[in-house]
């Protein structure tokens, strides 16, 4: 008897930070994995997956629909965070995080088959989406009133996902991540966030900075704890599909306690005095946002899924100084 095909999971931008990890992830499943990203992907060898490694310029409308032809689910990473405070930058962020995903929805309509079950979507946002966070804590309830660029592409993005999903075009999830961190063990590629950053200034022997008293709380959320969320989505799409759900750890961190952590364990492998952790006058270009505590409940999504965050934050950090 003949066993059925396996499901093709293409996964986009998984040469990047956080897709990596998610690739390897999905190359320990029994399905058709498709690694696709602007440079070659490394997926371990070893793993139950039949793998397929492309590389692709996804703003190419040809080659995103050949990156995702007969896929039963997409996995879709693909960002341009940076930048996106330089004067001009705003168009060229939204070619990438908002034109690439309406090309990829585009693509999945005019291919729609009634006689099959519409594609998987998984979507990651932001949970900076919400603009000036109304309170401290978020669960998805709030409004959004997105003030940066980026924010709003992200949202836009979102919203086309989900009026995909409510036409049937797709089973759309959209995850909204807090601030993700460390490294990929797969290719170590670091994030390109501020705690690497700061984390190299301290291994540098360069103090600290920081645009407030350190009070201001983040929560922060480990890549192999991002990674195993976009997983749980994929085995839990039917349920979650057609919203947005939040993703996060539930603590907040004074981010002077973690860089003071930073620059200890920089200490420690450097053999120095711990760098001094230092407040300065916010440049210019310094949003709200910047300025404002935020911790993330994602009691919805737990509850639906039983995904939990399992890294220790401490642990995390060193791992992350270690491989800065």
């Known amino acids: 008897m003949t066993e059925p095909e396996r499901p093709l999971?293409?996964?986009?931008?998984?040469?990047g930070f956080i897709g990596s990890v998610v690739t390897a992830a999905l190359a320990e499943r029994p399905i058709r994995l498709r690694a696709v990203g602007r440079t070659r992907s490394v997926v371990p060898a070893g793993g139950a997956a039949d793998v397929e490694i492309r590389t692709a310029d996804l703003t190419v409308?040809?080659?995103?629909?050949?990156?995702?032809?007969g896929a039963d689910a997409i996995v879709h990473l693909v960002a341009r965070t940076s930048g996106w405070r330089e004067p001009g930058a705003e168009a060229a962020g939204e070619r990438v995080n908002v034109g690439v995903l309406r090309d990829l929805l585009d693509v999945l309509r005019e291919r729609r088959d009634p006689g099959k079950p519409a594609p998987v979507v998984v979507y990651t946002g932001s949970t900076s989406q919400v603009g000036v966070p109304p309170r401290t804590r978020l669960d998805g309830t709030e409004a959004d009133l997105p003030e940066i660029p980026f924010d709003r592409q992200?949202?836009?993005?979102?919203?086309?996902?989900?009026?995909?999903?409510?036409?049937?075009?797709?089973?759309?999830v959209s995850l909204r991540l807090p601030t993700a961190f460390g490294h990929s063990p797969v290719t170590g590629a670091l994030d390109s966030g501020v705690l690497t950053f700061m984390a190299r200034r301290a291994l540098a022997g360069e103090p600290i900075t920081m645009w407030h008293d350190g009070t201001v709380q983040r929560d922060l959320l480990y890549v192999r704890d991002a990674a195993s969320a976009i997983v749980a989505a994929?085995?839990?799409?039917?349920?979650?599909?057609?919203?947005?759900?939040?993703i996060g750890t539930g603590v907040g961190a004074p981010l002077g306690d973690v860089f003071r952590t930073i620059a200890a364990l920089a200490a420690e492998r450097t053999g120095t005095e711990p760098v001094p952790v230092v407040s300065v006058e916010p440049p210019g270009?310094?949003?709200?946002?910047?300025?404002?505590?935020?911790?993330?409940d994602a009691g919805a999504f737990r509850a639906r899924t039983g995904w939990r965050p399992a890294a220790d934050l401490n642990e995390a950090l060193r791992a992350t100084v270690e491989a800065a």
């Open 285 to 296: 270009v310094v949003s709200e946002t910047d300025l404002r505590s935020v911790v993330i």
């Open 234 to 246: 994929l085995d839990h799409a039917d349920a979650l599909a057609g919203r947005h759900w939040l």
């Open 9 to 15: 999971v293409a996964v986009l931008g998984a040469s």
């Open 61 to 69: 409308r040809e080659e995103l629909a050949d990156a995702v032809a």
């Open 154 to 172: 992200k949202l836009a993005a979102e919203q086309l996902l989900l009026a995909a999903g409510a036409a049937g075009v797709v089973r759309g």
